[in-house]
């Protein structure tokens, strides 16, 4: 396991990668390049904090009780990034957070192709 130094949403993050691999596997090149190309897409992990206030919003209006939320890091705190095995074709990238509203589930981002491609539990990896 390593370490990636990540800005999200304006916060420096120092985020443990954790890569799906069989017991004593290598990583395979198809999740260093997903990693990479996540790690060099800062523009798409910016925009994907209105996603996410959003998905908080929809699931939690009635504990947030605001319209829009000011702070992120409230509700949603990155603590790992989790790369999926993928194809050359198909790379995935899982923003992993701890979630106030699910402490034992948590909330993940997941990233297909350096793109928002769902938001959910940690089960959607």
Do not use: H
Not at 1 to 24: A, E, H, Q
Not at 48 to 65: D, G, H, R
Request: contains cysteine; negative net charge.
């Amino acid at each position: 396991m390593s370490n990636v130094n990540l800005i999200i949403w304006g916060r420096t993050f120092d985020l443990p990668v954790v890569f799906d691999c069989y017991k004593n596997e290598e990583i395979l090149p198809e999740q260093k390049e997903a990693l990479e190309k996540f790690c060099s897409s800062r523009d798409v992990i910016d925009a994907a904090k209105s996603a996410v206030e959003n998905y908080c919003l929809k699931l939690n209006a009635k504990e947030i009780c605001e319209d829009s939320i000011i702070n992120i890091f409230k509700y949603v705190m990155p603590y790992s990034l989790y790369v999926r095995r993928s194809t050359p074709s198909d790379r995935y990238v899982g923003l992993m957070c701890k979630y106030r509203f699910n402490p034992e589930d948590g909330l993940a981002v997941l990233f297909k192709n350096e793109e928002v491609y769902d938001i959910g539990t940690s089960d959607i990896l």
